[in-house]
């Protein structure tokens, strides 16, 4: 996995090396990067960046996820709006972004497999599915069994998750990187000490690195990509909490943003310090941490946990190992948009290496 992750990010500081010193846009940069790697681990193979299926598939994800408003919002909880108003609500936007994924997850998977596969030896997602369905046989009440159709709903929604969850958060770390300059000189120092500057990280690097583990509890924090972060639940029965009557059948929603900004347990939340979650022996405080609910919690929680978190230390220890980010603006905004995903505004970066080739 990591090799093929690894494959992307070396495009990537290529593309940073070619434009150094000059300001460089960062909107929507890592969209087709952080969906290539994701697509290589699920299907064993790669786009070119100007690939027009994979350019089609994250204009879909990332239509899904601009869409905003109230209406939208009201849609989700009052369905009978968005089947009389589907267009002026954007649910009908949603929807089709939405289906256009989960076709394309489709096609991928009627496709045939490429040589070299080998039963109980899956090189990719795709493969370890394939070797399920061949040993459910004819259950059809399994979820590997075709009839079903559970592969492409499976697939969109990882791809989904990841595309806009780690490339968002991507532009927020280099933005944040900007703002604090003395948070990536001590990220920095990390990486020289643990990784040195020749090789690639390694994700068995993690546990070693504090400091970037606190740095990115600090990332998901601050930034809250998601501020009304699913998956919603319904109560189940009737039931009080904190004085408050929710009657059964009611929506619940966790209002990510507000917890993760709250100055009760934050102090001050409005500052982005790393240090809140280390101890004084420079450990992380497992107390703290576990109060980041950047991708939900319970059951259900965000299945492409695990792969995001691996894939934005890759990323950022790649890109600080070799480059110092700084920002064109001196005071750039770091008012995130409204809407289902918190994005940043639109800023320009200038990267310059930090050592001579």
Request: glycine letters at 6%; proline letters at 6%; charged letters at 25%.
């Amino acid at each position: 996995m990591e090799n093929r992750i690894h494959e992307e990010i070396e495009e990537v500081l290529e593309m940073f090396k070619a434009q150094e010193g000059k300001p460089l846009k960062m909107k929507d940069f890592f969209h087709v990067s952080i969906l290539n790697a994701t697509w290589s681990l699920f299907m064993g193979q790669r786009f070119e960046r100007g690939n027009e299926k994979l350019k089609h598939l994250a204009e879909a994800i990332h239509e899904f996820c601009t869409i905003d408003g109230f209406l939208v919002q009201l849609a989700m909880l009052v369905p009978a709006i968005s089947k009389y108003i589907p267009v002026y609500s954007g649910f009908q936007r949603q929807l089709d972004g939405l289906v256009a994924n989960y076709k394309f997850m489709e096609e991928a998977y009627n496709e045939t497999l490429p040589p070299g596969h080998v039963q109980g030896q899956p090189r990719n997602f795709k493969e370890a599915w394939m070797d399920q369905v061949e040993l459910i046989g004819d259950d059809k009440t399994s979820s590997f069994h075709p009839s079903q159709n559970c592969y492409p709903k499976t697939a969109g929604d990882v791809f989904m998750s990841s595309m806009e969850s780690v490339s968002t958060t991507l532009e927020w770390t280099l933005l944040y990187m900007c703002c604090v300059p003395e948070v990536q000189k001590k990220l920095q120092a990390e990486i020289d000490q643990m990784i040195g500057t020749t090789r690639s990280p390694l994700l068995i690097d993690r546990p070693r690195m504090t400091y970037m583990d606190a740095v990115t509890s600090e990332l998901l924090r601050f930034s809250t990509i998601t501020p009304m972060n699913g998956p919603w639940r319904r109560a189940t029965e009737d039931g009080e909490y904190k004085g408050y009557t929710i009657p059964r059948n009611t929506f619940l929603v966790a209002n990510t943003y507000a917890l993760h900004h709250d100055p009760e347990v934050w102090g001050d939340p409005e500052n982005f310090r790393p240090e809140r979650f280390l101890t004084s022996d420079g450990k992380i405080d497992k107390n703290v941490s576990s109060q980041v609910l950047a991708f939900s919690t319970g059951k259900r929680h965000c299945i492409g946990e695990n792969l995001a978190r691996d894939q934005l230390f890759l990323y950022i220890v790649s890109i600080l190992q070799k480059f110092t980010v700084t920002c064109t603006n001196e005071n750039p905004s770091l008012v995130g948009s409204p809407g289902m995903v918190r994005y940043p505004q639109a800023f320009e970066l200038i990267f310059t290496s930090r050592f001579n080739d």
